[in-house]
């Protein structure tokens, strides 16, 4: 008896790693819940990057309004949030989103109780908020990532990105930062972030020199995500494209020849050059070459709830929300109705498909996956796991999908 439940428990053990597959077979149901979750603490933000799409000035009309800006998710639903999460099998959390994590009131216990479940926590933030005594504090609750948004090397370029801060803001940024590097044992693992525009496209060797000089473990560059008639102003010409081409290349080389004396990591870099690159990106479509040359696997492996509660599959799916944290708990929208069919959807990529012009900032677009899509490591993680199964591997996990099927059809005859 003994033996039948430890052999029992190892088999649990061996298919639970692959729940996530078995939901990609299946095509349009999911056995675990996501592997990531990004949770927008709140919409309020004490910072106006020039090209956010909330609060920057170029979108006049169209910046959101006081009462968007002031939503927030109550302390106590976010942690029953967290917790429902950690038992569906989600492993990192990531607080970011319209708004700024610090600006949440209870921030630090929200990251407390995630890392007390075992998660995996990131968090992606401005730093304006976050002097010495909260670094400390950051240290000690062992977040295990921040991501830091400057784009900008410079005071001076700091100031024309963030019109509201002066360039105080950013020499006390760099302090602080220089500091939490010291302090800590290991974590947080620490990346500047640079959204790249025609404002600040000639300062890349001085944002790279930045993480540098305040210890940081990587630096990231992606490209502006632009809103339709607004911020579309700072889309770089070809002239302009260029230059930032060559920049890139001898970053890459002298990264490729040293590493930069192995004092930095590169993320995501030859994604962003390939995005510059893109013919299509003078329109902002920086990932027209590369949709639909993979499945997309997000409605498996991710999900974003906003501070109104709405649940959205992708990253750029806030214009198609499967439900609301605030009128059903989170794992009866995991499957519902609408959540299946964003999977059904996304999982066939048809790039005539209208339903496509849903997803992202501009409703004109006929396949918003072009322009700019935040889930492509999501989707290549998941993507290298399914391509890597043995021939026998998969033949089981087909065989077994394809059974559950039958019975959950069969079930629905009967009407149960």
Known sequence: ?????????????VFSRYLDILGVLDGSFAFKGPDSAQIDLTNNC???????????YLLEEKKIPPETKNQAIPYKRVIALVDE??????????????????????????????????LKCYVNT????????????????????????????????YALTHPSKNESVFLKIKDTLRYLNEIKKKRPFIKIYNVIFNKNYSELKTMVDFALE?????????????????????????????????????????????????KIKLLSFEQFMRRISNDNSKSAEYDSDIIGKMPCYAGWAFVRILADGNVNSCLKSHRFPVGNIFKADFKAIWNNNLQRLFREKTINMDKN????????????????????CDNVGHNMDLHGKIVSLRPAEARVLTGISSMIKRSRRSKIKRGG
Request: proline letters at 4%; hydrophobic letters at 35%.
């Open 1 to 13: 008896m003994m033996m039948r439940s430890i052999i029992n428990k190892s088999l649990k053990s």
């Open 46 to 56: 004490n910072n106006d990057c020039i090209g956010c799409w909330c609060n920057s």
């Open 85 to 118: 999460l950690s038992r569906m099998g989600t492993r990192h959390i990531y607080y970011a989103g319209g708004g700024e994590p610090f600006m949440h009131p209870q921030i630090m216990e929200i990251i407390r109780h995630t890392k007390k479940r075992g």
């Open 126 to 157: 401005n730093f304006t908020l976050v002097d010495e005594k909260r670094a400390r504090k950051l240290a000690a609750e062992g977040v295990d990532s921040l991501t830091v948004s400057i784009w900008a090397g410079t005071p001076g370029m």
């Open 214 to 262: 305040t210890h940081s473990e990587a630096v990231e560059f992606t490209v502006i995500d632009t809103i339709p008639g607004k911020t579309d102003s700072l889309l770089l010409n070809e002239s302009e494209k260029q230059t930032l081409l060559e920049s890139c290349s001898r970053i890459k080389k002298q990264y490729d020849n040293n590493g930069l004396a192995n």
């Open 353 to 372: 498909d209208p339903f496509f012009s849903l997803i992202g900032n501009d409703p004109d677009s006929k396949m918003g996956c072009f322009k700019s």
